[in-house]
């Protein structure tokens, strides 16, 4: 299996049939299952919590790479960890304690992820990357689905690269946003190796749409 990953997100599934909808995934041969959680206040959408992901994880064997857009993620740690999240990756701009909440959510028994928004450096994350197990860059700005990926990160994800390299490191670097069988191309040449992808593979064949993924992966 190559260590390329993809990630639907389930925020562009069908909200009233999860259980179906994550056996569907199942059957894509895809990896994980990227769970988008809003809470009205760090992006103005809201979207669902750890009683969610509670409920969906009786029906899935997937990694549940769960993605919090909210303030103060250091409060929810222990509920995500109960909940059944495999990664749960914070943002850098929502906590003064990126530091201490990374080690929190790999103590929780979490694999830790921290997350940066298009317009924030590099530079912000540098000091932390040795406790991440995933840096996930957004290729879009946070909070709602269905936007077109910014074509400039991909400089950024190539200079996260080679950060990586010189500090002897191995996170995974994951891009979310406007990922589909063109700009996936873009991310992947860069560096990336998990790939978000949300209306791309839920708005029409959803097998279609992996395969088209993983063709530009193992090409």
Same mark, same amino acid.
């Given at each position: ?19 179906? #909808? ?20 760090? %992006? ?18 997937? %990694?549940? /790479? ?46 830790? +992820?921290? %997350? ?26 946070? +909070? ?10 991909? /400089? ?9 390299? #010189? ?8 891009? /979310? ?13 860069? +560096? ?12 029409? /064949? ?14």
């Amino acid at each position: 299996m190559s260590h390329y990953k993809i990630a639907p997100s389930i925020l562009a599934a069908d909200y009233a049939n999860f259980e179906t #909808e994550l056996k569907r995934l199942e059957e894509t041969g895809v990896e994980y299952v990227h769970i988008d959680v809003m809470d009205g206040h760090f %992006v103005p959408n809201i979207s669902f919590g750890a009683d969610v992901v509670a409920a969906m994880r009786p029906h899935s064997k997937l %990694v549940f /790479d769960c993605h919090l857009m909210v303030s103060n993620p250091e409060n929810h740690i222990e509920t995500f960890a109960r909940a059944g999240a495999d990664i749960m990756t914070i943002h850098a701009e929502a906590t003064v304690h990126i530091h201490g909440a990374l080690q929190k959510i790999k103590a929780a028994g979490m694999k830790a +992820g921290v %997350v940066i928004n298009p317009g924030t450096p590099l530079a912000s994350i540098e000091h932390v990357l040795n406790l991440a197990d995933q840096v996930l860059l957004m290729t879009v700005n946070p +909070g709602f689905g269905g936007q077109a990926y910014i074509p400039e990160m991909a /400089d950024k994800i190539a200079a996260l690269a080679k950060m990586r390299q #010189e500090k002897g490191l191995d996170f995974d670097i994951e891009v /979310d946003g406007g990922i589909d069988d063109k700009t996936i191309r873009s991310a992947k040449d860069a +560096g990336a190796n998990v790939f978000v992808a949300g209306s791309y593979l839920f708005k029409s /064949d959803l097998q279609t749409g992996v395969n088209a993924l993983r063709a530009v992966l193992n090409d």
